[in-house]
């Protein structure tokens, strides 16, 4: 299925200058396109060189003009105005929770708009070939880490997380190309989390980054780069959003290591659970 690239431009949009923001202004204001569409005729209304319009598809992680143009056509009929809606104080209770519920519904949709089944490939094989797995993540982003730390314990993967920078630089420095790590940034420009980027690389350590810019410096250090799609509303900043978006492509990783490895993973999981009826047998007894 061809990625929505409305979403896909809007989670660059904030990292773009010249002629790539040319290029993103006139797909997002523009309604629809033809199937008939070329990229010399597309450089043309744009007023810009083929070779930037290639360049510009590439960018955004497409193979050739043929899929850009097929993400054009596609997404160009499934665009909405806006994804999230502003609360306000005349607002009731329940309007209020509708919002926020559709809100968080919009992030996940939009993000598994622009989700490819190569990247999910790409990212599985990494797990799959590594000893374990370490999560790195500061601030919310430490949320997402810790929830997928938490996950993985349940796979036959070492999972390693904690929630201090300085323990997480540490941790980098630890691995080896044996192992993998999954970093998640909202931002992807967070300088304590590049710098254990850049720590893990000189390891040799495969990186699976999750964050809501595309093209942000994250995204360029990282193996495969998974995008969460969210919007900042007059209450709520867009990383909340997209905590639930990164939390959801954790889990998409976890369940896919899981069937992909399930004899082993079903023996993990009646480990933990045995274990953890014993204390619930225990403090019952107390």
Same mark, same amino acid.
Do not use: W
């Given at each position: 299925?061809?990625?929505?690239?409305?979403?896909?431009?809007?989670?660059?949009?904030?990292?773009?200058?010249?002629?790539?923001?040319?290029? +993103?202004?006139?797909?997002?204001?523009?309604?629809? #396109?033809?199937?008939?569409?070329?990229?010399?005729?597309?450089?043309?209304?744009?007023?810009?060189?083929?070779?930037?319009?290639?360049? #510009?598809?590439?960018?955004?992680?497409?193979?050739?003009?043929?899929?850009?143009?097929?993400?054009?056509?596609?997404?160009?009929?499934?665009?909405?105005?806006?994804?999230?809606?502003?609360?306000?104080?005349?607002?009731?209770?329940?309007?209020?929770?509708?919002?926020? #519920?559709?809100?968080?519904?919009?992030?996940?949709?939009?993000? =598994?708009?622009?989700?490819?089944?190569?990247?999910?490939?790409? +990212?599985?094989?990494?797990?799959?070939?590594?000893?374990?797995?370490? #999560?790195?993540?500061?601030?919310?982003?430490?949320?997402?880490?810790?929830?997928?730390?938490?996950?993985?314990?349940?796979?036959?993967?070492?999972?390693? @997380?904690?929630?201090? @920078?300085?323990?997480?630089?540490?941790?980098?420095?630890?691995?080896? =190309?044996?192992?993998?790590?999954?970093?998640?940034?909202?931002?992807?420009?967070?300088?304590?989390?590049?710098?254990?980027?850049? =720590?893990?690389?000189?390891?040799?350590?495969?990186?699976?980054?999750?964050?809501?810019?595309?093209?942000?410096?994250?995204? $360029?250090?990282?193996?495969?780069?998974?995008?969460?799609?969210?919007?900042?509303?007059?209450?709520?900043?867009?990383?909340? $959003?997209?905590?639930? +978006?990164?939390?959801?492509?954790?889990?998409?990783? @976890?369940?896919?290591?899981?069937?992909?490895?399930?004899?082993?993973?079903?023996?993990?999981?009646?480990?933990?659970?045995?274990?953890?009826?014993?204390?619930?047998?225990?403090?019952?007894?107390?």
């Amino acid at each position: 299925m061809a990625k929505n690239i409305n979403y896909v431009i809007q989670s660059y949009y904030h990292n773009l200058k010249g002629t790539y923001k040319e290029i +993103a202004d006139y797909i997002l204001h523009t309604e629809s #396109f033809d199937s008939a569409l070329t990229i010399s005729s597309l450089a043309e209304e744009v007023n810009v060189s083929i070779s930037s319009i290639s360049r #510009f598809a590439k960018m955004l992680g497409f193979s050739s003009f043929q899929d850009f143009k097929l993400s054009l056509i596609t997404s160009s009929s499934d665009s909405s105005d806006s994804l999230f809606q502003d609360i306000t104080a005349n607002d009731s209770y329940m309007t209020m929770t509708q919002k926020i #519920f559709n809100g968080n519904i919009s992030t996940l949709k939009a993000t =598994e708009k622009v989700l490819t089944e190569r990247q999910l490939e790409q +990212a599985s094989t990494i797990i799959e070939e590594s000893d374990c797995v370490a #999560f790195f993540g500061l601030g919310a982003s430490g949320i997402v880490a810790q929830d997928g730390f938490h996950k993985f314990l349940r796979s036959d993967k070492k999972p390693y @997380f904690t929630t201090d @920078f300085h323990m997480q630089l540490m941790m980098a420095t630890k691995l080896t =190309e044996k192992d993998c790590a999954i970093v998640i940034s909202h931002s992807g420009e967070n300088q304590d989390t590049l710098q254990i980027v850049s =720590e893990l690389r000189k390891n040799h350590v495969k990186i699976i980054g999750i964050t809501s810019y595309g093209n942000s410096s994250l995204t $360029h250090l990282v193996d495969v780069c998974l995008l969460s799609i969210s919007d900042e509303t007059q209450y709520q900043n867009e990383a909340l $959003h997209a905590i639930i +978006a990164q939390i959801s492509l954790v889990d998409t990783l @976890f369940m896919i290591t899981a069937v992909h490895d399930e004899q082993q993973t079903s023996t993990v999981f009646k480990e933990i659970r045995s274990t953890i009826n014993l204390t619930r047998k225990t403090a019952e007894k107390k």
